[in-house]
């Protein structure tokens, strides 16, 4: 089974401090992680893939297999990054097909 | 460059009623979802479609059927809806036709369905 566990619901932070948004996940194969964004009210965007190593809007995510986790950083937040993220994990439980599996998510809320 | 579209964007329902919600997409993407979004429980499947013809259960499938009607459209249908169903449904599509994400998926902006 694959599960992504992201342990705080909400997150308050000052504008220009640094963020970490925290993600685990379980899965017995190699898996594929990503972090997704929705600000209010909008439908999710893809924010971040490990595989690709980027950095968006100022975010990074590494991949840390030792830990299972797959953390989503910012050294100065933004009040504009304030929304929910959404870290995600796409596997194959049994089956040919991939299917992705979501956290639950974590509401960043940046404070001017 | 309409991406993933979906209606209604908003309904409202009395419990037993039935409806069903549209997803079109035009990326010529072969693997389609639809996601129910709730208050602390994040994203969960509710029925995908890997590739025109096939549907498959995910997660959360009771009470809701789907179809595949082609390539591009995917609905969900509410045969009898209840206060539980009250959700927003993201319907999602991906390229690959085995659902790996490579690029991630596209999401359409949702449907808010609230069922009194």
């Known amino acids: 089974a694959q599960r992504v566990t992201q342990p705080e619901k909400l997150l308050s932070v000052f504008k220009g401090a640094p963020v970490e948004l925290k993600c685990n996940y379980s899965?017995?194969?190699?898996?594929?992680l990503f972090w997704y964004v929705q600000y209010s009210r909008q439908r999710l965007q893809l924010l971040l893939r490990h595989i690709s190593r980027e950095s968006i809007k100022g975010f990074t995510a590494d991949l840390n297999k030792g830990e299972t986790s797959f953390h989503l950083k910012k050294p100065f937040a933004q009040e504009e990054d304030s929304a929910m993220y959404y870290c995600?994990?796409?596997?194959?439980?049994?089956?040919?097909?991939?299917?992705?599996?979501f956290g639950k998510g974590t509401l960043l809320t940046v404070n001017p | 460059n309409a991406g993933v579209t979906q209606t209604p964007k908003f309904q409202v329902l009395k419990t037993g009623q039935s409806m069903t919600l549209q997803c079109a997409q035009d990326m010529n993407h072969n693997s389609m979802y639809w996601y129910r979004q709730d208050p602390g429980m994040g994203l969960r499947l509710i029925y995908y479609s890997a590739s025109e013809g096939t549907t498959d259960k995910g997660e959360v499938p009771n009470g809701y059927n789907v179809s595949r009607l082609n390539k591009r459209e995917f609905s969900l249908r509410l045969e009898s809806a209840a206060p539980s169903q009250t959700s927003v449904y993201f319907c999602?599509?991906?390229?690959?036709?085995?659902?790996?994400?490579?690029?991630?998926?596209?999401f359409g902006s949702g449907t808010r369905l609230t069922v009194v």
């Open positions: 999602a599509s991906s390229a690959d036709q085995t659902g790996r994400p490579n690029y991630g998926y596209t």
């Open positions: 995600a994990l796409s596997g194959h439980s049994g089956g040919s097909n991939y299917k992705l599996t």
């Open positions: 899965y017995s194969g190699s898996p594929e």
